[in-house]
């Protein structure tokens, strides 16, 4: 069995609710997108977060899913000039016999722009 990266982003505005709301809804966006998936097959999730978004760990809203077992990180993005503000991005490690070019990478909101030959969000 493989490790594959699952990636996704999302934007919100700068309050802790916004953040845990769009964390939610974008974690609930790659595991419909991602049928197999179940959380018992995440070896690990890295979340990072725009210096405008340091008000709550975006890995809460896993955890309010019910992700207990589940390794997760969170750290600051790096501050490039002229990148996407607001943005909460999540790089899930997923133990599966899938193909990479199986996996299906959500991007929402004004994230989409970011990765948009690999976006799926149906």
Not at 18 to 35: D, F, H, R, V
Not at 37 to 44: C, E, M, R, V, W
């Amino acid at each position: 069995m493989a490790i594959r990266g699952i990636r996704g982003a999302t934007t919100c505005q700068a309050d802790e609710s916004s953040i845990l709301s769009a964390t939610g809804e974008l974690l609930s966006a790659i595991l419909k997108a991602n049928p197999s998936l179940q959380t018992s097959d995440i070896a690990s999730a890295w979340f990072t977060v725009t210096g405008d978004l340091q008000m709550v760990h975006p890995a809460k809203a896993a955890r309010e899913m019910g992700w207990k077992d589940v390794p997760l990180m969170c750290a600051s993005e790096i501050d490039v000039p002229g990148s996407l503000a607001q943005c909460v991005r999540v790089l899930i490690h997923w133990n599966t016999d899938l193909p990479q070019t199986a996996v299906k990478h959500i991007y929402l909101h004004d994230a989409a722009r970011l990765r948009p030959d690999i976006s799926h969000a149906d």
